[in-house]
């Protein structure tokens, strides 16, 4: 068959992945490795309820407990600017979804995930199992003191807003490491930034404006 129209059920989804794909690059997530990442990783499992049907659109959607998935052009550049490794261990902070950390677990060997949200945790676990994403480790707590058992890391990745750079996370960097996280004011523009660790300090870059929700001390009551 040919024609708009006419798509079945296995064309229109096709339709929609190269919309999707094509929306990334458009907005600069070149990098080929993440693209595979984010095609083969469905933004639809992460997504529940009425916005189910929006999880392809570049935007960010609510999720339980007051929180966002973000826009997945901002999932792909952050990925990007990470540059992840094979035999990385990541750490994420902010699980929430567990979209992002999927996506990590395509390209690097370990996934740890922080959210500060037990829901949250126990929801995006099953969803790991679920899609048999056997890499990825969520853990409840607050993210801003990194995991120290499980440090140092390869590479971090802040997915909530600090007014800087937590010092734990900063600590916990691997020399070589990159970090990438929006830090600034929850409720006024962001800036992302990638911290890198050398032999002599760190070196920071601005990538772009974003806007995140914000980092909270603490555990989440739900
Ligand atoms: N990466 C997520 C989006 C995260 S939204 C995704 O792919 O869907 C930001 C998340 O950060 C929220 O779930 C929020 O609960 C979490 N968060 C905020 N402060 C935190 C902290 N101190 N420690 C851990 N998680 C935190």
């Known amino acids: 068959m ?18 999707f794909l094509y929306a990334l690059r458009s907005r600069g997530v070149t990098d080929s490795r993440v693209l595979s990442a984010m095609e083969v990783i469905d933004r639809g499992h992460f997504v529940r309820g009425l916005f189910a049907e929006r ?10 407990c007051g929180q966002t998935i973000s826009q997945p052009s901002i999932v792909g550049i952050m990925t990007q600017a990470l540059a992840v490794q094979p035999r990385d261990k990541v750490l994420e902070v902010g699980t929430g979804s ?15 995930t922080v959210d500060r949200h037990r829901r949250l945790v126990r929801e995006a676990d099953a969803l790991f199992r679920a899609l048999d994403l056997t890499n990825i480790t969520a853990i409840t707590g607050d993210g801003s003191f990194g995991l120290p058992d499980q440090a140092p890391f390869d590479r971090i990745i ?28 929850s409720d006024t523009v962001q800036s992302l930034i990638k911290v890198t660790r050398t032999e002599r300090g760190f070196d920071y870059d601005e990538l772009r404006p974003v806007r995140f929700v914000p980092l909270v001390e603490g555990i989440g009551t739900e």
């Open 2 to 19: 040919t024609g708009g129209a006419d798509f079945d059920e296995d064309g229109s989804a096709a339709e929609r992945k190269m919309r």
């Open 55 to 64: 999880a392809y659109e570049d935007m960010p959607l609510p999720i339980a």
């Open 98 to 112: 567990g979209y992002q950390a999927a996506i990590l677990s395509q390209l690097a060997r370990r996934v740890y």
């Open 158 to 185: 802040v997915t909530a807003a600090a007014e800087d750079p937590p010092g734990p996370l900063l600590a916990q960097l691997k020399t070589g490491g990159i970090m990438v996280l929006p830090v600034g004011q």
